[in-house]
């Protein structure tokens, strides 16, 4: 460590040694002194729709959603300087990704209550890629206003929930690897970076996950890591709302943080995203792995996070030391210009967006996409171009954008982009790069030698915080983008994507490390009210042809014993005409003394409950007719199906199942009612 950059404390400490009075104070290069930082912790539900909505991560148009196997949460983190100076704010959401418009409505929430002490300056609204979260909060043509609202609210409220909980403590930090939770899924594209850097890595994915474990007098009140693994586990044949592997690590952790006595009863564990642009969880390489089902899988990778996380909590003992500071801006990337320093082949310029062929090919290893696709195509085909100006109809193509974005054959471009919001932000030693791409594995390590490069040795630990404040496709190497696997089609600013991130990065820590202010801002992107929403539910309910609504169609069994299923479903109306945000669907009771307690609901990994309509057939996923149209909502009354796979620890009793269902006469508004099952008993084991 550099003497001169020695923290304040330590230096005081060194004072104290020479002077004799004092010896032991723990002071040494390697165990930098502990800082105080204003910490808090927060969370709230962000579920939206959970039936009739797309799901858009796998572009598969009759991906939708007809039920809830988690619900979709907000955690959220403030860590301020403990003299009333800079504060972040750090969020991470159970969504594929996010918009500007999600934050810069959370900002107006947080600004008419705190003034300008919050703003599109210092907070960080991420998500964790779980593809099994509905679109359609979004400004875009799956638009739905009351999901949009659902998640705004539900962000606002675990900020404010974190702000009311900031008080005096210390940030622990801990690193180390988690083995066997991620693949490479373009190796192709990995083997073209140069051998020399190649060879300084053992592996082609990163293993290392970062935690920080927030510690105050009153209790331990959260851990926030970040490890790089696409949360693919649940597959385009789950049509459950999810949080996949990143949520079952985040219950399970916060379960497991509760029933310790040195957590505070708000303990939040969060599970943020970080360069996992070319890493699958689906170990097979084939859409399938490590586990027989979809959700086995989600639960191993998600429980292989969990077990170093618990270790890292339980090991973490390098505090953090030094200020709180940061530089956030919007870069307009559609023709920005990259010097020679950053492409290493003279002046370059970014291209406007546009997606290539292999874009539309998917991901081989997560299952693929449009069938006349695949990676690596290289040529422009006439046969796909007339195809795709028929069903697609997109913007034109120039020549010039072509010759930009090549070797990328270019499938359309898009129609618009404003510019992009980036950030660096130092807390103590570690730094933090916040980007609202998917960055492939070694286009994460370019950036995080940029940034260290630049702050020197003050920081001694860079993290990619990817999916941040917006989204922008992939980030490729130029090396990769050459070859044109699926991240390459789908890198959208051409072949100097990287580069140019790296350049703009780079400006915000060189401003961060001489202490000015961060580069010249462009426009923020906002299309509030200038897009139509879609409907969430249906116009009313038709009554069942057979039996009422509430009525209990298949009882649970009258034994169980755990590790088993339990089993039942009721006759009910469209879930959606209830008011979206933390109402319980369902929850499984057992009898105590006084009545009944909650043991499970709709926020657990182990239920699935499953709303289904007789006359109502969503076409499967079928790779032959990827442009089927889904069917609209119609107004018949539901099935749901509420299943409970028994966990080995819960206590033998009598159970039941309660739903809170609803139906909605025509013309008026929902109208909610509980139906309860027979009970059941659960054996000891
Ligand atoms: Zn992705």
Not at 531 to 552: C, L, M
Request: contains cysteine; hydrophobic residues 35%; glycine residues 10%.
């Amino acid at each position: 460590m550099n003497p001169s950059r020695l923290p304040v404390r330590c230096l005081t400490s060194i004072l104290v040694l020479v002077a004799g009075a004092l010896a032991g104070s723990g002071c040494s290069s390697s165990e930098p002194a502990e800082s105080k930082y204003l910490i808090g912790s927060g969370s709230a539900d962000i579920t939206g729709p959970i039936v009739d909505v797309p799901f858009t991560g796998y572009s598969q148009p009759t991906h939708i959603a007809n039920g809830v196997h988690t619900r979709l949460n907000a955690r959220a983190f403030i860590i301020g300087d403990i003299d009333g100076g800079k504060r972040l704010v750090f969020v991470v959401t159970d969504l594929l990704n996010v918009s500007q418009e999600v934050r810069l409505s959370v900002v107006d929430n947080l600004q008419a209550k705190h003034g300008d002490l919050y703003s599109v300056d210092n907070v960080v609204v991420s998500a964790t890629h779980t593809h099994s979260s509905p679109g359609g909060f979004r400004h875009d043509g799956a638009y739905r206003e009351a999901y949009f609202e659902a998640v705004v609210n539900g962000v606002t409220q675990a900020i404010e929930d974190a702000h009311e909980d900031l008080r005096p403590g210390r940030i622990l930090l801990g690193e180390g690897s988690v083995d066997d939770a991620g693949a490479n899924r373009s190796a192709v594209a990995y083997r073209q970076n140069p051998d020399d850097e190649r060879s300084r890595y053992e592996n082609d994915t990163d293993k290392e996950m970062v935690l920080l474990k927030f510690e105050r007098d009153d209790g331990v009140i959260g851990a926030l890591s970040w490890f790089a693994v696409h949360p693919t586990s649940l597959t385009f044949n789950n049509s459950l709302v999810s949080a996949d592997h990143k949520g079952f690590a985040a219950i399970e952790m916060e379960k497991l943080l509760r029933a310790r006595a040195e957590t505070t009863d708000g303990v939040v564990a969060a599970f943020a995203q970080s360069n996992c642009g070319d890493v699958t969880g689906n170990l097979n390489l084939d859409n399938t792995g490590p586990g027989d089902t979809d959700y086995e899988s989600a639960s191993i990778i998600g429980q292989r996070q969990l077990d170093a996380a618990m270790a890292l909590y339980d090991g973490a003992s390098e505090p953090l030391s030094g200020g709180v500071d940061h530089r956030f801006t919007l870069v307009d990337f559609t023709d920005l210009e990259v010097s020679d320093e950053f492409t290493g082949a003279g002046s370059q310029r970014t291209c406007f967006p546009a997606y290539g062929y292999s874009f539309a090919g998917g991901s081989t290893e997560d299952g693929g996409g449009h069938p006349i696709f695949m990676e690596g195509m290289l040529e422009q085909d006439e046969s796909i171009e007339t195809l795709v100006q028929l069903v697609l109809m997109p913007p034109p193509v120039t020549d010039e954008m072509r010759a930009c974005q090549a070797p990328k054959p270019v499938l359309y471009p898009k129609a618009a982009q404003p510019p992009l919001p980036i950030g660096v932000a130092k807390l103590g030693q570690l730094a933090l790069v916040f980007v609202p791409s998917e960055v492939t594995t070694m286009s994460g390590r370019r950036m995080r030698e940029t940034i260290s490069n630049i702050l020197g040795d003050e920081v001694s630990h860079v993290v990619i915080a990817g999916y941040s404040n917006d989204y922008a496709g992939y980030i490729t190497t130029p090396e990769e983008y050459a070859v044109q696997q699926y991240e390459g089609g789908h890198t959208l600013f051409g072949p100097w994507t990287l580069p140019g991130f790296r350049q703009e990065l780079a400006r915000l820590a060189r401003a961060l490390a001489e202490g000015t202010p961060a580069p010249g801002s462009d426009e923020q992107g906002d299309l509030r009210g200038e897009v139509d929403s879609q409907r969430v539910g249906n116009d009313f309910d038709e009554p069942p042809e057979q039996g009422a609504f509430g009525d209990v169609i298949v009882q649970p069994e009258p034994l169980y014993e755990p590790g088993e299923t339990v089993s039942t479903s009721f006759w009910t109306g469209h879930p959606d005409n209830a008011p979206l945000g933390g109402a319980p669907y369902f929850e499984v009771q057992r009898q105590v003394d006084d009545g009944w307690t909650t043991v499970a609901t709709e926020a657990d990994w182990s239920t699935q409950a499953r709303w289904t309509q007789a006359s109502r057939v969503i076409p499967p996923y079928d790779p032959l007719d990827p442009f089927a149209v889904p069917p609209p909502p119609i107004n018949e009354a539901f099935t749901v199906s509420v299943d409970w796979q028994i966990p080995a620890d819960v206590e033998p009793g009598i159970y039941r199942v309660l739903l809170h269902g609803s139906t909605k006469p025509a013309g008026s508004a929902s109208d909610p009612f509980i139906a309860a099952t027979s009970r059941f008993e659960l054996a000891p084991r």
